[in-house]
C-alpha cells in the first residue's frame, strides 16, 4: 500500500482529489461498481443519522442516484464489507 501511495503521489501529487479518481477510474485501477455502492451507503448512514428512517432514506437514495429500490437494497445489505471507516 506504501508503494501504491508513494507512486500516486509522485505521477499525480498535483491533481486534485475528483482528478485523481477519474484517472483511476480511467486506468482500471478503481472499481466503479463498488464506488457507487459506498456512495449509496453512505448516502443512506447520513440520512438516517439525521433522524430519517432507514427504508424512507434508501427509497431516497434510489430517487438521487436514478437507480432502483433493489439495487439500493443490494447496496445496502449485500456489499456489507464496504465501508469508508
Do not use: P
Amino acid at each position: 500500500m506504501k508503494e501504491l501511495v508513494s507512486l500516486l503521489d509522485r505521477k499525480y501529487g498535483q491533481m486534485a482529489t475528483e482528478e485523481l479518481a477519474g484517472k483511476l477510474f480511467k486506468i482500471g485501477v478503481l472499481d466503479h461498481t463498488l464506488c457507487k455502492v459506498l456512495a449509496i451507503r453512505e448516502h443512506v448512514a447520513a440520512m438516517v443519522k439525521n433522524g430519517e428512517k432507514k427504508v424512507d432514506a434508501m427509497w431516497r437514495a434510489a430517487e438521487h442516484f436514478s437507480c432502483s429500490y433493489e439495487y439500493v437494497r443490494k447496496c445496502m445489505y449485500y456489499y456489507v464489507d464496504v465501508n469508508i471507516d
